[in-house]
């Protein structure tokens, strides 16, 4: 379930390439005590389709079905294309009435695990790139909500804190935050950075996260199409909280969920990786 409030406002782990630096992520300064850790350098995740199937995602999910991605058939829900940027990409399809029996809103998404959301004080770093078909709703807003990206809550009560969201603003596609105090308590809905939809073309996506339930202590930075970004409070690094308080860590789904409505969207992705280091992207 995704809540959204005051826009505009204010599982099986894959295998990790290691590398042979060491890192001590951030701790936390602030309002949540977290024992230090050392991290060996490594990429925990990939995600980007290269293998032809969803055999690298631990789970797919779409209208009809909820399972591995290893024993999914690709459907018009959710398949591999040929890209001529990437070699290859996964198209996501939603159509209206795409609701699944096990949850509610309509989708087509692929998960991972655990190994994909850093715990208090830890600090990832995250790449991918998504496009949208040109057939893609521009009123989104207008027609309810809608996420393409997100790093959901390790329980499955309430909407997720980081997310890439297509139903903020029309035409756009926004970076938010959402506030909780514990899982489903919303306080509100930050808008961090949004972009024009530029339907067909490519927004590739680079993200250093500091997970934290800490206003203070938990951060995101941004860049978009190798530029870094500045978000809309003006600063290049956002403080807040990027754990629900009550929580332990979030796992990372993308894909296109959203509310009921009739347009069918398309939305596409590919190369998703996940690191604890930006060299190990």
């Keep these: 379930m995704f809540h959204l409030r005051s826009a505009l406002g204010s599982v099986a782990v894959a295998a990790a390439v290691v590398f042979s630096i060491s890192v001590t992520p951030l701790g936390v300064t602030t309002g949540v005590s977290a024992a230090p850790f050392t991290t060996p350098v490594a990429r925990t995740f990939t995600g980007d ?90 009123n989104h807003a207008d027609l309810g909500w809608g996420l393409t990206n997100q790093w959901h809550q390790d ?30 308590a919303y306080l509100e809905t930050l808008t961090l950075f949004e972009i024009p939809l530029d339907v067909g073309r490519w927004h590739d996506v680079k993200m250093q996260i500091n997970w934290s339930a800490s206003d203070t202590a938990g951060w995101i930075k941004l860049w978009l199409n190798g530029v870094p970004q500045t978000f809309t409070n003006g600063a290049d690094t956002y403080f807040v ?32 990786r996940c690191a604890t280091d930006q060299a190990a992207l």
Aim: zero cysteines; charged letters at 15%.
């Design 241 to 272: 909280r990027t754990l629900i308080p009550g929580t332990s860590t979030v796992y990372y789904k993308e894909g296109y969920y959203r509310q009921a409505m009739q347009p069918t969207g398309v939305v596409f992705h590919t190369g998703f």
């Design 49 to 138: 389709y290269s293998s032809g199937d969803f055999s690298q995602w631990p789970s797919v999910q779409t209208k009809d079905y909820n399972g591995s991605g290893a024993d999914y058939v690709p459907s018009y829900s959710a398949s591999i294309v040929p890209d001529g940027t990437y070699g290859r990409a996964a198209r996501f399809e939603v159509r209206s009435g795409d609701v699944p029996s096990f949850g509610d809103g309509e989708r087509s998404e692929v998960a991972a695990g655990n190994e994909t959301g850093g715990f208090e004080g830890q600090t990832l770093w995250y790449q991918f790139s998504t496009k949208f078909d040109p057939g893609f709703p521009q």
């Design 155 to 184: 329980v499955g009560v309430g909407s997720p804190p980081v997310a890439w969201s297509v139903g903020q603003r029309n035409g756009y596609w926004s970076l938010i935050v959402q506030k909780q105090s514990v899982p489903g």
